[in-house]
């Protein structure tokens, strides 16, 4: 996730909008570093569940990242407006996991990722006993509106991520 995640980062400029689904554990976090070691930005990125956003300055030239976990927020965008994402966006690259639903308002433009998680591989033999699983990601992206238009996701994601 996380590999894939630095060559998201090689596509994102400010601006971007990065819209994060997937249960828990899926590796929405992981992502996010990925992104935050790929923009070259300051500071571990971590969950924000409880701060609900991180903004991670540049180590350089490029844009801040600002990770928003929408998780414990029920409402939609007006509940967010204490953010100020939308002030925020325009010189950021913003990533909101569990932000379907919520955050769509913000931009036009939008990447979603949505992973999903299983356990096991393919079902190639027997089942592997518990703890041993290893757990395999399945992710799509979607891009959408006219910034994502021509941009080529489809060789970003490997068939499967384990």
Do not use: C, N, Q
């Not at 400029?13 to 300051?42: F, M, N, S, Y």
């Not at 379907?100 to 433009?109: A, C, H, I, N, Y």
């Amino acid at each position: 996730m996380r590999r894939l995640g630095r060559a998201l980062a090689a596509l994102l400029g400010p601006g971007d909008l990065v819209l994060l689904t997937g249960e828990l554990g899926a590796g929405k976090t992981t992502l996010t570093r990925g992104i935050g070691e790929g923009l070259g930005v300051r500071g571990a990125v971590t969950s924000p569940t409880f701060v609900i956003a991180r903004v991670h300055p540049p180590l350089g030239d490029g844009p801040p990242l600002v990770h928003v976990d929408a998780y414990r927020l029920h409402g939609g965008l007006e509940e967010m407006e204490d953010l100020d994402l939308d002030v925020t966006l325009p010189e950021s690259v913003v990533v909101v996991e569990w932000g379907e639903g919520r955050v769509e308002e913000l931009s036009e433009d939008r990447l979603h990722v949505a992973i999903h998680r299983t356990l096991g591989g393919a079902g190639d033999g027997p089942a592997p006993a518990a703890g041993d699983a290893p757990e395999v990601r399945t992710v799509t992206l979607i891009g959408v509106g006219e910034r994502w238009a021509d941009v080529d996701l489809a060789g970003l994601v490997p068939d499967r991520l384990g």
